[in-house]
């Protein structure tokens, strides 16, 4: 997340208000980013990312990753707003008188009981601010009552094949092709990381396909964390222009045409698969050396 849209985006959500870390927040906007756009990230512009968060809920957000974070004001706040609607929903959700119940267990999740590793885990962290928070949350509860029926039911007995009750099983749906942008696009993608340099296409890499961390990036490498980050925006700069090139030369695309695609990718990226790609191709800093096998187990975090 680019630290002047990042900086933009915590004051029109007030995340302030909340005493909220500009980094933490900036870290829930690159989670949201990461969630939505997926695979077409690659090749998305500052423009395009700052375009997406523009359209999110952004003081749903922050108040959302204040709660996670534990922060006191914010968790009165949300209860103390939501509470009641929740309470409401969930005796909808569950006419056995049982909603109140299926609420409260909600909120021990939301404020995140459960430690791993030392850290408390809360449900707000799933929360991408591209719905309300009040609807995210009532789906949250619709589908922790759903589970509980599926759960409770597991107990029954299933009806013999020949029983009015048993279902048929339903036919195997076939896959669906991928579109003709989506063929273009993994062809001038797999092309553009073919041309670039073996060292920018590993950060790209341990970026994008491994989750690591700019700063465990940079260790790998050699490299400072600023560098890593400077040096990947130019990658991606790199591989967009030859992407665009491609599509132009190769598959017949026009100005017009080439938006299309990109837009089409970016609302589904279909088949196209990072990992598969960049395993295609010998992405290390010599030229063919893949990448360690330590270096793929370390996972990215706030930075970038």
Do not use: N
Not at 235 to 253: D, P, S, T
């Amino acid at each position: 997340m680019p630290p002047a849209i990042a900086a933009r985006l915590y004051d029109r959500a007030g995340a302030a208000a909340w005493a909220l870390p500009h980094a933490v927040f900036a870290a829930a906007l690159d989670r949201s980013v990461r969630h939505a756009l997926g695979l077409a990230l690659a090749t998305s512009s500052p423009a395009d990312v700052e375009r997406y968060c523009g359209g999110l809920h952004l003081e749903d957000l922050a108040l959302a990753t204040a709660c996670a974070e534990g922060r006191e004001p914010a968790w009165e706040h949300f209860v103390r707003e939501m509470r009641p609607a929740l309470y409401r929903a969930a005796a909808a959700i569950d006419r056995t008188g049982g909603g109140r119940d299926l609420a409260d267990s909600l909120y021990a999740e939301l404020f995140g009981l459960r430690d791993r590793d030392g850290a408390r885990q809360s449900l707000f962290r799933y929360f991408h601010g591209r719905s309300s928070l009040g609807s995210w949350v009532r789906a949250v509860l619709a589908q922790r009552h759903v589970d509980r029926v599926r759960a409770a039911r597991r107990l029954d007995p299933l009806p013999d094949d020949d029983a009015p009750g048993a279902l048929p099983s339903p036919p195997a749906a076939a896959p669906a092709a991928p579109s003709r942008h989506h063929v273009a696009m993994h062809a001038a993608l797999a092309a553009a990381l073919a041309a670039i340099a073996p060292r920018d296409r590993l950060r790209l890499a341990c970026y994008y396909a491994r989750d690591m961390k700019l700063a465990a990036i940079g260790r790998m490498l050699g490299e400072h964390e600023a560098s890593v980050s400077r040096r990947l925006a130019r990658a991606r700069r790199e591989v967009r222009a030859a992407i665009e090139a491609h599509l132009r030369a190769q598959a017949g695309y026009d100005t017009a045409g080439v938006d299309e695609c990109f837009r089409a990718v970016a609302v589904d990226s279909g088949p196209l698969d990072l990992a598969v790609l960049f395993d295609t191709q010998p992405a290390s800093v010599d030229g063919d050396r893949k990448i360690p096998v330590a270096a793929r187990s370390e996972e990215r975090g706030t930075s970038g």
